[in-house]
């Protein structure tokens, strides 16, 4: 049993370290629906993966993590000795998750939706807005957002770089902006 638990261990360990077609297929067997063209840099799915569902083109940053149930029951053994409390978490389409974040049971995020690093989300969130905090509270509208990208002096076309490519190009402009 114990070699089993040390196999399954290690196994995580290299999935976590593989491609992000890799870890999605991996989440997809253990339960999560995971869309389209998405992006998963975590590998905390609960103990209960299955209640986890991410629509498409979704990015969801390292360090976050899913939270399906509620341990707080057990302050309450004597009154439900037998009972668990679980809750589903539902992420829409073309949701950024930034890192450290943390989804408890019975969330639900609407479509284009950015969240900010190192957020507690617990409740339903609507569409087109930017989240943040600890509670997670809604800080400003999609079209906001935007906006300020617009505007953002470090802002660059970078995406489809290699790492390689990318060093020199976004140290150079940086060397400009002094």
């Known amino acids: 049993m114990k ?57 969801i940053a390292g360090g976050t993590v899913f939270i399906t149930h509620d341990a707080g ?22 949701v950024f998750i930034g890192s450290n974040c943390t989804l408890l049971p019975n969330t639900t995020i609407g479509n284009n939706t950015i969240i900010g690093a190192g957020s507690t989300l617990r409740g339903t969130y609507p569409n087109n807005v930017v989240i943040a905090g600890n509670p997670a509270k809604v800080i400003t509208n999609i079209r906001v957002q935007r906006l300020l990208y617009k ?18 190009y976004v140290i150079a402009h940086f060397r400009k902006l002094r």
């Not at 399954?8 to 999935?15: E, S, Y």
């Not at 029951?73 to 073309?94: A, L, T």
């Not at 953002?152 to 020199?168: C, H, I, S, V």
């Open 151 to 168: 505007q953002n002096p470090g802002r660059l076309a970078t995406y489809k770089m290699t790492d390689q490519e990318k060093k020199p």
């Open 73 to 94: 029951i057990n302050c309450f053994r004597d009154e439900f000795p037998d009972d668990d409390v679980f809750g589903k978490i539902k992420i829409g389409n073309k």
């Open 3 to 59: 070699l089993i638990k040390i196999f399954k261990v290690i196994r995580r360990l290299i999935i976590e370290r593989s491609s992000v077609d890799r870890r999605i297929e991996f989440l997809r067997k253990q339960g999560v629906q995971i869309g389209e063209r998405c992006i998963i840099e975590t590998m905390d799915f609960s103990t209960e993966p299955y209640l986890v569902e991410i629509g498409d083109d979704v990015a």
